[in-house]
């Protein structure tokens, strides 16, 4: 089925301007904070960013942006990785489901074509990775 981990993100509000995104990443780039996963996207005036690095770079991110960011919360996320073929965020959102694990978000990436990448924030992130990993143990899948 899958593979869970807890990890942290980023999540940054800001007005939205031009070249934010661009001055942002500059200043990640200058700290050497590698990005494993980004979100980012404007509702009217604001601009949003959702961002998980390397667990050693989360807080020099966070120091790193923060000229630009006036508001920066670290969050508790669930990262999820599966197979990239037809069905398995189902499989992965049905278990949640049946388990009452509320999905508030979730965003993913495929870079190779082989494996997805979700992001997922839930009520219960902790309960979520474990069944998860149990589901994929008793499947078998590593």
């Known amino acids: 089925m899958?593979?869970?981990?807890?990890?942290?993100?980023?999540?940054?509000?800001?007005?939205?301007?031009?070249?934010?995104?661009?001055?942002?990443?500059?200043?990640?780039?200058?700290?050497?904070v590698?990005?494993?996963?980004?979100?980012?996207?404007?509702?009217?005036?604001?601009?949003?960013?959702?961002?998980?690095?390397?667990?050693?770079?989360?807080?020099?991110?966070?120091?790193?942006?923060?000229?630009?960011?006036?508001?920066?919360?670290?969050?508790?996320?669930?990262?999820?990785?599966?197979?990239n073929k037809v069905g398995s965020l189902a499989e992965v959102a049905k278990l949640l489901g049946n388990h009452g694990i509320d999905i508030r978000y979730v965003y993913g990436t495929s870079s190779d074509g082989f494996k997805i990448v979700g992001v997922f924030s839930t009520r219960d992130n902790q309960k979520a990775c474990a069944l998860i990993n149990k589901a994929s143990d008793h499947l078998g899948v590593s």
């Open 2 to 32: 899958a593979r869970a981990s807890l990890g942290k993100e980023l999540h940054c509000i800001a007005k939205n301007e031009i070249g934010l995104l661009g001055r942002i990443v500059v200043a990640l780039a200058q700290k050497e």
């Open 34 to 83: 590698f990005i494993l996963h980004l979100l980012a996207y404007t509702v009217g005036e604001m601009g949003y960013l959702q961002m998980v690095t390397r667990d050693q770079d989360t807080d020099k991110a966070r120091d790193a942006i923060s000229y630009f960011i006036p508001k920066i919360d670290k969050r508790d996320v669930l990262l999820v990785e599966f197979e």
